[in-house]
């Protein structure tokens, strides 16, 4: 199984990036997808999760600016993320678990800089 993240870049404080991650490989079905970031000397946190279903979890610091959607039969997640801040930069990693066992599989990375 692959994840590949696309979308990243720069960006000046407010504007917005869509970033999208594809799963491919051997998948009968992905349970929780998501995005994960990691800043420079921090550790990785998560951004924001969806299940299979649809239901939602949103990190605090980005609530109400960033959005998460998934097309279960294409197995894409999408972060729509608007009204950018300098702390937003950061790399933003995509997640998918795979059942049985929930193991969980990662995308390479994409780098969102957040700067004028």
């Known amino acids: 199984v692959q994840l590949q993240a696309s979308g990243g870049g720069l960006v000046q404080p407010g504007g917005s990036l869509r970033l999208s991650c594809a799963a491919s490989g051997s998948i009968d079905s992905i349970n929780d997808m998501g995005w994960y970031r990691q800043a420079p000397g921090k550790q990785r946190e998560l951004v924001a999760t969806?299940?299979?279903?649809?239901?939602?979890v949103i990190a605090v610091s980005v609530k109400g600016r960033f959005t998460i959607s998934r097309d279960n039969a294409k197995n894409t997640v999408t972060l729509q993320m608007n009204s950018l801040k300098p702390e937003d930069t950061a790399v933003y990693y995509c997640?998918?678990?795979?059942?049985?066992?929930?193991?969980?599989?990662w995308g390479q990375g994409t780098q969102v800089t957040v700067s004028s």
């Open positions: 997640n998918a678990n795979l059942p049985p066992s929930n193991r969980k599989y």
């Open positions: 969806i299940t299979r279903g649809g239901s939602t």
